[in-house]
C-alpha cells in the first residue's frame, strides 16, 4: 500500500520538477507510439474498409486472421522482429535494432491488426442508405468510400484510440528491439519494467501514474478532434 | 426528339426468376412532372432505380437526354450528376444542414463562397432558411425531406427523382412539398419523376400519370384526362 | 481552416519526431542489468563520450542475452561477469582482446534467525549445503545470468543438485529476487552491489550471513566483439572504450564508486590494482 502512496507523490515530484530524464522517455514514448499508430491507420484503415466492402474468395479467413492477430504476444512480435532486423538477419544491414524505428516497426506490426479488424467492423456498421445517398449524388467510387469512412468516423476514431492504447502500454516488442537505452531507446513502459526488475516499486508506480496522464491527455485531444468534426 | 429526357425501349427487369419491370416503349419528356402510380409490388421504386443509374436492367435500351445510358449502372458518375434522387425515408448525413446540402456541390467540386450562395438559395425555396446550423437528428420527418430536396436541387439537375415522397408527412407539410415541386418545374424546368399511391396528389401535381401493374404499363394519363378518370 | 490545423499539427509533429536522430557517433555496449542498475556505467562512460565526442548506447539484458548479441554482431563491445562464458565467447572467435576489468563480490543473505546455520560455514559450498539439509527456503535467479551461473558452480561443490519445495527458480533480476526473499524470509545469492543499492530504498530484512569465499568473487570483464566476424562493428571505438576504462583514470572512478552512497566502494578495480 505504502508503494503507491509513494508512487503518487513521487510522480507529482517528478512532473513538477520537470525531470529532464521523466521527460525525455515520456516524450519518447508518445512520440514512438504516434508514429507507429499514425502509420497503422494509414496502411490499416483502407484494408479494412476495401475488406469490410468487398466480397471475395476467403475474406472471411482473412478478418479471423486479423482477429486472431489481435492478441498476438508484444513479445513474440518483438522476437520475431528482431531476427529479422539483427545484424545476422535479413534486413540487418538496414542497422534498425535498438533504434526507436525499430520500435515504431514493432508497434506499427502490432497496431494494425486492431486497426484492421475495427476497421472491418465500422465498415460493415455503415448504413447501407449511404453508399446509395452518396452514389445517387454523383459521387465517384474514391468519394463514395471518403463518405462512407466520414459516416463511421467515430467508430474509426475508436479504432485508432484502441491502436494507440495497445502500443502505448506494451513493454516486450519495445525491449526486445530497442535494448532499453538509456536516452535513446527508453520508454516509459521499459523504464518501468526496469525499475521494477530492480525492485524500485515506487518509482516504477511513479512512472506508471504519469503514463497513465499521458495516455489520458492523448484521449481527451482525440475526443476534443471528434467534437470539432463532427 | 429534342424534348425527350428519357427514350425507354424493351425495357426488363428480371430478378430471381421474376419479372419486375416489363416496358415495351416509354418516354419521358422534358420539362414536366411525372407521377408513376400502381400498388405495391407493381415496380415503381425499380424503374426509378434504373433510370437514376443505381440499379442496372435486365435487357433494353435506355436514351438519356440523347445519351445511352443502359448496362451503365454505378460506373458513369458524369451522368449520375445531372440526375437527383430523393429517396423514400430520405437519408441525411450525420452533420449539419448546412453540410448535408452542401454534400452534392461538394462532390462537385464548388467553390466555398459559390457553395453558399446555392445553399442560401435551395435552404429559401425548401423554406428552411436559418436552419444552416441544425443538426440532422433535430430535424422532424418533414424538415428532413425538405433538407433532402434541397441537397437534390442543389446541384441543379436535369431530373428530379423522389420515391413516395408524401408517404410519412402529414398534410400541412404535404402543401409545402407540392409548392416546392410546383416551383421547382416552374421556375428551373427540372423534370420531376415522382412515385406515389394517393390519387389525388398525383391529380394535384403532375403533368403525366403513369399508371404500373406488375411491371407493365397499363396506362399513361395527361392532367386534362385525368378529370374523367374515376 | 481545420485542415491547416491538422497539417501544422502533423508537421510539427514530424519535426519534433525525427529532429531526436542526432548525427553524433554511437558506439554499442551490451552489459548485465545488474551492472546497469549500480550504476557504476552512468559515472564511468561520460568521460569517455566527452573524450572522444561520442555517445554509448547501454543495452542492459541478461548475461547470456548480452553475449548473444555481442556473438550475432548487434553491439560493439560486451561487458560481463561470468568467466567460463567469456572464455568460450572468446574461444569460439565471436570477441577478441579480452581485458579484465574489475571485480565485485557476491554475499549469502538470508533471515536474521539463520535456522541454517550459514553464518558458521567456513566456506560457500558449505553453506549451501547446510541450507539444503535443512529445506530452508532458497530462491535461484532460474535465469542465464552470472549470479545464477556462480550459484551453480557453488551447488556443483556441494555434490547435489538442488530440488525440493524449499527451493524456488524466479526467472527474474536481482532486485525482484531480493524483494521475493525479503517476503518469504528466504536465502539467496545476491551480488553486493544491488544489495546494497536496494537496501537503500526498500527495507530488506535480511542481513549478510556469509562473504569472503575466493569462490565468491565476482570478475568482470569487458570483450570487444571480433571484427573479423562482423565488419561493421566499431572495432576502433570498442578499443578506445576498453582503453579508457582499463585507464588508469577509468580505473580510478571504479575504485571510487558507491563510496559516498554507501560507505564502501562496490566494485575492486584490477586492472590498475592501485590507481
Redesign the interface.
Known sequence: MEYILIGVWKAFGLILSLDREVFSITSLSLRVSAMATILASVAGMPLGFIIGTENFFGKRVLVTIFNTLMAFPTVVVGLLLYSFISRIGPLGSFGLLFTPWAMVIGQFILATPIIVALTISATQGIDPRVRLTALSMGANSLQTACTMLSEARFSLISAVVAGFGRVITEVGCALMVGGNIRGHTRTMTTAIALETAKGEFAFALALGFILLMAAFLVNILFHWLQEIRG | MEKQLFTIEGLTKRYNGKTILDIPYLVIKKGLIYGVMGPNGSGKTTLLSIL?L?DRSTSGRICFDGVEINGRG?DD?TL??Q???V?QNP?L???TVYKNVA??LK??RWKKKKQKQKIEECLDMVGLVGFERRKVHELSGGEAQRVAIA??IA?SPKVLFLDEPTANIDKSNMETLEKIIQELNDKYKTTIIFTTHDLRQAYHLADEIILLSEGKVSKILSRDELKDYP | MKRLALLTFLFLFALLFFSQASAIERLRLSTTTSTENSGLLNVLLPPFEKLFNLKVDVIPVGTGKALKMAENGDVDVTLVHARSLEDRFVREGYGVNRRDLMYNDFVIIGPKSDPAGVRNAKDAPEAFKWVALKHATFISRGDNSGTYVKEMEIWKMTGNKPSGNWYLEAGKGMGMVLIMCNEKRAYTLTDRATYLALSGTQKIDLPVLFEGDPMLFNPYGIIAVNPARHPHVDYVKAMALIGWVTSRAGQKIIKEFGKDKFGKPLFVPVAVPNP
Open positions: 437514376s443505381l454505378n458518375s449520375r450528376r440526375m437527383a434522387m429517396l437519408f448525413l450525420s452533420s454534400y452534392g462532390i462537385r441537397r437534390g446541384v
